[in-house]
């Protein structure tokens, strides 16, 4: 069975890091694209980053909002992957969920997306 699931979240100050996790089991971990989104009461869902498997470049995504700020990684070994969150702001506060974004192979037969329950991360003075 597929799951995800975010740790790492809390109460943090404006300037202040934090570090997600997001642990995977039940596919190879390796072969697909995982993200960070967030979401606030009220507001629409944002990608927050991306990072790809090594097999399609090792590339990463960031919004513009976290460009600097935030950095994705992974570890393939532990099936993890993270979020350091640096110069935290007020406007960082969101649940943040990882994902398991859909994927193809080279059959052409599609995979799924998955999604974590997510974490809360609150940044206040």
């Known amino acids: 069975q597929v799951q995800l699931v975010e740790s790492g979240g809390g109460l943090v100050q404006p300037g202040g890091s934090l570090r997600l996790s997001c642990t995977a089991s039940?596919?190879?971990?390796?072969?697909?694209?995982i993200s960070w989104y967030r979401q606030t009461p009220g507001k629409e869902r944002e990608l927050v980053a991306s990072i790809t498997s090594a097999l399609n470049g090792g590339y990463t995504y960031y919004a513009d909002s976290v460009k600097g700020r935030f950095f994705i990684s992974r570890d393939n070994r532990a099936n993890t992957v993270y979020l350091q969150m640096n110069s935290l702001k007020p406007e960082d506060t969101a649940v943040y969920h990882c994902k398991r974004e859909r994927g193809q192979d080279y059959s052409g037969t599609y995979y799924p997306d998955y999604w974590g329950q997510g974490t809360q991360v609150t940044v206040s003075s």
């Open positions: 039940g596919f190879i971990f390796s072969h697909y694209v």
